[in-house]
């Protein structure tokens, strides 16, 4: 199973980030810088973990697309992109 929602989030994100946009969530979480989106990323990390443990299947996956969104957003602060991920995890598979 192929998740292109992945990479059309990648796209979107890189977009958002190119506009400038003081109204976009994701251009404002980029510009506050790499610092910022680090801690976005854990505090994402730990509501996946405690929703794990304790919430539903629902809550899981909300936090699970939240964490994986931060991490993208992340991946483009470092220059980096979802392809860059896939391969290493293509490398790793073989």
């Known amino acids: 199973m192929t998740c292109e929602i992945l990479r059309e989030l990648d796209e979107v994100i890189r977009r958002r980030i190119k506009s400038s946009d003081p109204n976009s969530y994701t251009y404002t979480i ?8 680090v801690r976005k990323v854990g505090e994402e990390a730990v509501e996946l973990a405690v929703a794990s443990l304790a919430e539903g299947r629902g809550r899981v996956v909300e936090e ?14 470092q220059g980096l992109s979802l392809d860059d991920v896939c391969a290493e995890l293509e490398r790793r598979r073989r």
């Open 30 to 37: 980029y510009s506050k810088g790499v610092h910022y989106i």
């Open 64 to 77: 699970a697309a939240d964490l994986i969104y931060h991490v993208l957003v992340l991946l483009a602060a």
